[in-house]
């Protein structure tokens, strides 16, 4: 089992950056695939960007150009690179993980056993 712990979120201008960081707790964290979703207000919850085990990267088109997902495995850390924010990226931020593997549907909620309480990120024009 694994605990994450979302840290980073922030207000910020369009066009600035943030990094989001998700610490996690417990074993095997080199075997867990891992994720960040956003929910915005009245909002379905939906991917940002998946990282696999082995370091495969898949990111939703919102995202792509502009956020980088990356992940340290001696640090049992997650982390969002976020630049050129718009206030649409507005939203909730999670952080998610699964054991079991997420090369069939890496951007379904459903593929992830484990969650964050998340960090909010708030981009205003």
């Known amino acids: 089992q694994v605990q994450l712990v979302e840290t980073g979120g922030d207000s910020v201008q369009a066009g600035g950056s943030l990094r989001l960081s998700c610490a996690a707790s417990?074993?095997?964290?080199?075997?867990?695939?891992l994720a960040w979703f956003r929910q915005a207000p009245g909002e379905e919850r939906e991917a940002v960007a998946v990282i696999e085990s082995v370091g495969t990267t898949t990111y939703a088109d919102a995202v792509k150009g502009r956020f980088t997902v990356s992940r340290d495995n001696v640090k049992k850390t997650l982390y969002l690179q976020m630049n050129s924010l718009k206030p649409e990226d507005t939203a909730m931020y999670y952080c998610?993980?699964?054991?079991?593997?997420?090369?069939?549907?890496?951007?379904?909620?459903?593929?992830?056993?484990?969650w964050g309480q998340g960090t909010q990120v708030t981009v205003s024009s």
């Open positions: 998610a993980a699964t054991l079991f593997g997420c090369i069939s549907y890496p951007l379904s909620q459903s593929t992830y056993d484990y």
């Open positions: 417990g074993y095997n964290y080199i075997r867990y695939c």
